[in-house]
């Protein structure tokens, strides 16, 4: 049995299409309300936080509405044809009233609808994947997807770098260009999902080859394990670990997320107005990220997954640490962030896995869900908190308060004793990238 790659590729231009949004919305977004609708550092925090807030409980709901729906398109389709048609048309909208003349009541009322949207068909999205891929595949098929996703992000980055002009009065920026990119990125994506991908057909199809039935003879000794031990509490010891991993993933991201949701800004009060230098360190971070997944998945069956993540830690910390010292804009920026992003790929490889491993006494359903609601909650918690030092002591804080609860993180980490048994050597290279969505 061989994984589709042509389907595969085709499914990921759902999460393609998401991510490019997202990596939008997580740099323009911020500048729009700071320096259009002159929003407080604070107050343009939360705001930014509300799509996690969203998220929490967005996710879930659609996800379980998709598990119930059934209609000739198909289970997961419906919701991702109209959520993203639906969220275009409300981005449309919101770029149009995004300007100095624009009415703020209206552009907060336009987001809350749009993050809505959104949340209507990632959970869909994301499923469609094991939905029609066979079991014993899915592994290299995330990875793929992940890949796909990583991708969107760098195509926004690019075209940032390529259309996009920094005026001297940021409010005066002209995102046409961009607008129109995203746009087509997400119509084009969804359009070619609709020509090529017949959710019932294939699902029927892969059905009759035996892929998509129950677990039977699939279905390793580890799994059996899980099976049998639903429900169970888990050891104290694991429960230990268990609790210091999670804070651990609370930290890391409340350093990561901040970074990348007051970059933008960081760059023009700080540095001053560099065009769009910011969007090349961004770009090299991911790039270097999805670069890193290979020999970092190599060296981690061959260290464990408890010394890479610490390395990671280490890493970003120490670039966390450096970039606060720099006092104007320096092409050297570009090394921190690739070297940032091979420290996050070093924890994303790693974390969830050690998450599932310690779950093997109890639910690993319930657990994961858990580690979802700590990295969200992080996420919904941290532009509040860094906006409000940003705000009302310095700019200059970012990436101090990175590298503190960066270094908090790595001790943290160090009080994690479970979860950390090698992996399986990779049947193809291609799942070293399988990491979490």
Not at 2 to 24: D, E, M, V
Not at 35 to 59: H, I, Q, R, S
Not at 66 to 89: C, N
Request: hydrophobic share 50%; net charge neutral; glycine share 8%.
């Amino acid at each position: 049995m061989k994984l589709n790659y042509r389907r595969t590729i085709l499914i990921g231009l759902a999460f393609l299409s998401i991510t490019a949004f997202w990596q939008f919305y997580d740099n323009e977004i911020p500048r729009i309300l700071k320096y259009t609708f002159n929003l407080g550092e604070t107050a343009t925090g939360a705001v930014m936080a509300m799509d996690n807030v969203f998220a929490l409980v967005l996710l879930p709901l659609f996800g379980a509405l998709s598990d119930k729906s059934s209609t000739k398109f198909g289970k997961r389709m419906p919701f991702i044809i109209i959520g993203t048609f639906l969220s275009v048309a409300l981005f449309l909208i919101l770029m149009l009233v995004a300007k100095p003349s624009g009415n703020v009541f209206f552009f907060f009322i336009v987001l809350l609808l749009l993050l809505v949207a959104m949340g209507t068909y990632r959970s869909p999205a994301v499923s469609l994947m094991p939905d029609l891929t066979p079991a014993p595949l899915r592994s290299s098929a995330n990875a793929v997807i992940n890949l796909m996703g990583a991708l969107g992000g760098v195509f926004i980055l690019v075209m940032t770098m390529l259309v996009l002009d920094r005026p001297e009065n940021p409010a005066d920026t002209n995102y046409t260009g961009l607008v129109l990119s995203l746009v087509i990125c997400m119509i084009v994506s969804i359009v070619v999902m609709i020509f090529t991908i017949n959710e019932n057909k294939i699902k029927k199809q892969i059905e009759e080859e035996g892929g998509l039935g129950s677990l039977g003879d699939q279905i390793d000794d580890d799994e059996k394990e899980i099976q049998a031990s639903k429900g169970k509490r888990l050891p104290a010891d694991v429960m230990k670990s268990l609790a210091f991993l999670l804070i651990s993933v609370a930290f890391w991201f409340m350093a990561y997320n901040a970074v990348t949701t007051a970059f933008t800004r960081y760059v023009s009060e700080v540095w001053g107005p560099e065009g769009g230098s910011y969007a090349g360190a961004l770009m090299v971070a991911t790039v270097a990220a999805v670069l890193s997944y290979i020999p970092i998945g190599i060296l981690s069956s061959k260290l464990g997954r408890k010394k890479v993540i610490l390395a990671g830690v280490l890493l970003m910390s120490f670039c966390y640490l450096s970039v606060s010292f720099m006092v104007t804009y320096s092409p050297l920026l570009n090394l921190f962030f690739v070297l940032i992003g091979v420290g996050w790929a070093a924890i994303n490889v790693n974390s969830y896995p050690m998450v599932v491993e310690m779950s093997k006494a109890g639910d690993i359903g319930k657990y994961t869900g858990t580690y979802y609601t700590f990295s969200m909650a992080a996420q919904v918690f941290t532009p509040i908190l860094s906006g409000l030092l940003l705000e009302n002591i310095s700019y200059r804080t970012l990436f101090p308060y990175a590298f503190v609860f960066s270094t908090l993180a790595f001790f943290t980490m160090l009080m994690v004793k479970h979860g950390d048994s090698k992996p399986e050597a990779k049947k193809n290279i291609i799942e070293h990238f399988d990491v979490d969505d």
